[in-house]
């Protein structure tokens, strides 16, 4: 892919935007002194996924829309903080669902592989974020994300489920290999349910002594590869920065409007 100078440094920009924004006062002054969850469920989605669900601990809770991230204290640490996008539209109960990849190195996500326990409790800051759904009546839209991206595009598309949009959507999701890939019971689901719903699949780098009968590729070519003209479509993607640049410009290359591409700089 042939990055673009300014499309690199807008993403860029956007990140370390984020940052500042949860550059709270020094750690050393919020240490211990979030909003107080219990983790209440565990499950391993994949070989790298786990799904966890927090409930909020006290009589505080943490009001969010869809698209919206937290950060969260690591344990053990003196305020060290990591970030995640939330993975469920609110119910109003507080909970808070996150997709957590285990990241080799990782401080934050291996303390959730290998140490974390139900019932343990976290501090939690937040809600950040401006991601959203647009709800522009009969607009067309395509979404993408590759791993963990998904969690704020579920968020995105459980609320609009709920407020029972019609626009047609279209979500291509991309994994490493099968045993990464995860949220096949939604995507059905999801499917089942809502006629104007469709999804994709791809896989990067699938093994090769495991039948794959699916699309292959990075998602951005993936979706050259299928898509013909994408002029007056909205479009979503989550990720990392990179996925983000190699995506935004397909969808630019197949006629989008740069103004009607939304993202999150997904965990």
Not at 1 to 17: A, G, R, S, V
Not at 108 to 113: A, K, L, N, S
Not at 142 to 159: D, F, N, Q, W
Request: hydrophobic letters at 35%; aromatic letters at 12%.
């Amino acid at each position: 892919m042939q990055e673009t100078p300014e499309l690199h440094d807008y993403i860029w920009h956007e990140l370390n935007d984020r940052k500042a924004e949860l550059a709270l006062p020094g750690t050393e002054d919020f240490a211990g002194k979030g909003v107080p969850y219990s983790v209440t469920k565990m499950e391993k989605l994949s070989n790298d996924i786990m799904l966890l669900v927090l409930e909020p601990a006290g009589n505080e809770k943490i009001e969010y829309t869809a698209g919206k991230y937290i950060s969260i204290e690591i344990p053990g640490t003196e305020g060290m903080t990591r970030d995640y996008s939330i993975g469920a539209a609110p119910k109003g109960d507080g909970k808070i669902e996150l997709h957590i990849r285990h990241l080799r190195g990782g401080r934050f996500t291996t303390y959730v592989f290998e140490k974390m326990h139900e019932g343990e409790k976290l501090n939690l800051f937040g809600p950040f974020g401006h991601f959203k759904f647009h709800y522009e009546k009969d607009v067309p839209v395509i979404m993408a994300a590759v791993s963990t991206g998904l969690a704020p595009l579920k968020a995105l598309l459980e609320e609009a489920f709920e407020r029972k949009v019609r626009n047609p959507i279209k979500l291509y999701l991309c994994a490493h290999n099968a045993d990464s890939f995860y949220g096949m019971e939604w995507l059905k689901q999801w499917k089942k349910e809502h006629p104007n719903f469709d999804y994709f699949i791809s896989l990067s780098s699938p093994d090769p002594n495991t039948e794959w009968k699916g699309l292959i590729g990075r998602v951005h070519n993936v979706i050259l590869d299928n898509e013909i003209n994408l002029k007056g479509y909205d479009g979503y993607v989550a990720g990392s920065p990179k996925v983000i640049e190699a995506v935004v410009k397909s969808f630019k290359d197949l006629g989008m409007k740069e103004d009607r591409i939304f993202y999150d700089i997904a965990g």
